[in-house]
């Protein structure tokens, strides 16, 4: 069989990453005719179909899949000793790419970057925001954030953040109106904005606990986001009672626009944790950041 072309396989993984043609051209840097082209060529030489394509996305076939999981490793391990090769430099250089949730990013991420970044021009930062645990090896991150129990055991874990609670507010007109929780069982008599999970698609179950006994709640009502401040922005205009992180509701509620309610049933959290594979640790640019966001003891 002739020679395969490695940036076919590149520009294969790119495709079957994205799951769009016109995503992945837009990535590559490359028109899509180009890139559609190439990956033809690529089925042609192999003599197998790797991709199944709809007029509304692209999937994987089977063979593609296990073409994926091949050479999605070896091209981030080639990419990440050529990366490795910055340490040569005076200050370190590249890209590093992070995924996590909003919540992380604006109570703890991104207050840590923004004085680093000024320091060293040459390391860029890509942020993804989503609530859903992604793959980071095959989906192309160096990194991830999470909470400490939702941390894969083979990846390495370094806590960037305390230990957090989720905190049940309504306005005060809602209180009026409805009267004031005493136990989380009489959620289930007021309207609530509730969360869906995007990993798993279900509504969250509000967790409580007191004295050693732990509560889950199914709560209902008219509003279902999968965003912290948008759940506090419906709060705050009277729309029920919302369960969100206590750091980003507290001058909400030092200010009286949001009242905090069984503040006693509201147990504690793990905090944020960066993890990823132990390959990534020597670069020059990731240590950067993995120091920038390290908690301090």
């Known amino acids: ?148 129990e939702s941390v894969e055991k083979d990846m390495i874990a370094v806590r960037i953040g305390p230990d957090w609670r989720l905190v049940a507010v309504a306005s005060p007109a809602y209180l009026d109106a409805h009267s004031v929780p005493r136990h989380p069982q009489d959620l289930v008599r007021h309207v609530c904005i509730n969360m869906r999970h995007e990993t798993a698609g279900a509504i969250y179950a509000w967790e409580f606990e007191k004295d050693g006994q732990a509560l889950r709640v199914r709560v209902n009502g008219q509003l279902t986001f999968n965003n912290s401040y948008a759940m506090i922005d419906a709060a705050v205009n009277g729309y029920g009672i919302a369960y969100v992180p206590e750091n980003i509701v507290e001058s909400h509620i030092a200010s009286g626009l949001l009242v905090q309610v069984l503040n006693e049933w509201s147990p504690l959290f793990d905090g944020y944790f960066l993890y990823y594979p132990s390959r990534r640790q020597n670069l020059p640019a990731f240590k950067v950041i993995v120091d920038a966001l390290r908690a301090q003891a």
Request: charged share 25%; glycine share 6%.
């Open 1 to 148: 069989m002739t020679k395969t072309d490695l940036n076919q396989l590149t520009w294969f993984q790119a495709v079957a990453e994205e799951r769009s043609f016109t995503k992945a051209a837009a990535k590559l840097g490359v028109s899509q005719s180009t890139l559609s082209h190439a990956i033809k060529q690529l089925e042609e030489r192999m003599g197998i179909r790797l991709l199944a394509r709809t007029t509304r996305n692209v999937a994987t076939t089977v063979a593609g899949q296990r073409l994926l999981q091949t050479i999605a490793p070896r091209i981030g391990e080639i990419e990440d000793e050529i990366a490795a090769l910055t340490a040569f430099r005076e200050k370190p250089s590249g890209s590093i790419r992070l995924t996590l949730s909003d919540h992380a990013l604006e109570s703890v991420v991104w207050p840590k970057l923004k004085p680093v970044l000024i320091v060293y021009p040459d390391i860029s930062v890509e942020l993804i925001l989503d609530s859903s645990f992604r793959n980071i090896v095959t989906e192309g991150f160096d990194a991830g954030v999470r909470l400490g």
